[in-house]
């Protein structure tokens, strides 16, 4: 079994910063993509930001020079950094992971509990 554990989140002020993390754990081979998405209320899932093996971070457009991914691979953890946060970036936020078990099984995505993130004043 793989579980991934975030942390962080909760209530800020439009420009604030909150930090969120992710902790990956269980039977693990090798990680490819790790990363968050997000979810406002009555809006599809948004892909918020991603670390692919060997690569540089990728973001979002609306989030770009705001919010900053960074990725541990020797712990298996993923972070992110958000600043200058806006209302618009209340969601419930997901960190994921693609992933092998072993060497020989396919690839698989497996998401954390989700954490709320509300900026609000």
């Known amino acids: 079994q793989v579980q991934l554990v975030e942390s962080g989140g909760g209530l800020v002020q439009p420009g604030g910063s909150l930090r969120l993390s992710c902790a990956a754990s269980?039977?693990?081979?090798?990680?490819?993509?790790m990363g968050w998405y997000r979810q406002a209320p009555g809006k599809e899932r948004e892909l918020v930001g991603v670390v692919r093996s060997g690569g540089n971070p990728s973001y979002v457009d609306s989030v770009k020079d705001r919010f900053t991914i960074s990725r541990d691979n020797a712990k298996n953890t993923v972070d992110l950094q958000m600043n200058s946060l806006r209302p618009e970036d209340t969601a419930v936020y997901y960190c994921?992971?693609?992933?092998?078990?072993?060497?020989?099984?396919?690839?698989?995505?497996?998401w954390g509990q989700g954490t709320q993130v509300t900026v609000s004043s």
């Open positions: 269980g039977r693990i081979f090798s990680i490819y993509d």
């Open positions: 994921y992971a693609i992933l092998k078990q072993t060497q020989t099984t396919p690839m698989s995505t497996y």
